[in-house]
T-cell receptor, first 114, second 112 residues
């Protein structure tokens, strides 16, 4: 148990569906992240939130829409995805934002787009 | 940007064997993190190790920042050690933001 909880664990959706991924951290951290892990590729940073403000959007298509209502919760809203968006989506948190903070990950959501 | 290379890409061990995983990075860094991803996708932070040596049970890590590498040692390996091991270092974004860059990982399979 890392203190970061993601739901759902698995998600299958069609290209016209709208779905949301949820992440909650119980560590009192100030920063939260979305990462994408595709087969045979390194982890890719998608979004960073620090104190509920987005500080980084790593050129992610607009069909991915993040939301951070408070420092403990992070959502990733999905709409009109493509099959190549199928991947493991990982949420993470850290005490402060930036690469010098120890990072804690959730279990991930395995997404399949049909 | 900074490059992170891990070796070997794949490793197969018999239970009880020892192993060393390597992480090389192309530029100076002020910290390095090692992660283990189990077969179900969960990433666990093993070490936050900017320099020197740290030990946690059967695992230990050494970072030699001046020579731009880190080593992860696994002793008396167990089947539960199977998975992918990643190292990650910080890199300055063009916008001034500091983010972690991950290596491609070492995939370890420990057989009974």
């Amino acid at each position: 148990e890392t203190g970061v909880t993601q739901t759902p664990r698995h998600l299958v959706m069609g290209m016209t569906n709208k779905k949301s991924l949820k992440c909650e951290q119980h560590l009192g951290h100030n920063a939260m992240y979305w990462y994408k892990q595709s087969a045979k590729k390194p982890l890719e940073l998608m979004f960073v939130y620090s104190l509920e403000e987005r500080v980084e959007n790593n050129s992610v298509p607009s069909r991915f829409s993040p939301e951070c209502p408070n420092s403990s919760h992070l959502f990733l809203h999905l709409h009109t995805l493509q099959p190549e968006d199928s991947a493991l989506y990982l949420c993470a948190s850290s005490q402060g934002q930036g690469g010098n903070e120890k990072l804690f990950f959730g279990s991930g959501t395995q997404l399949s787009v049909l | 940007g900074i490059q992170v290379e891990q070796s070997p890409p794949d490793l197969i061990l018999q239970e009880g064997a020892n192993s060393t995983l390597r992480c090389n990075f192309s530029d100076s860094v002020n910290n390095l993190q090692w992660f283990h991803q189990n077969p179900w996708g969960q990433l666990i932070n093993l070490f936050y190790i900017p320099s020197g040596t740290k030990q946690n049970g059967r695992l230990s890590a050494t970072t030699v920042a001046t020579e731009r590498y880190s080593l992860l040692y696994i002793s008396s390996s167990q089947t539960t050690d199977s998975g992918v091991y990643f190292c990650a270092v910080p890199s300055i974004y063009s916008g001034g933001y500091n983010k972690l860059i991950f290596g491609a990982g070492t995939r370890l399979a420990v057989h009974p």
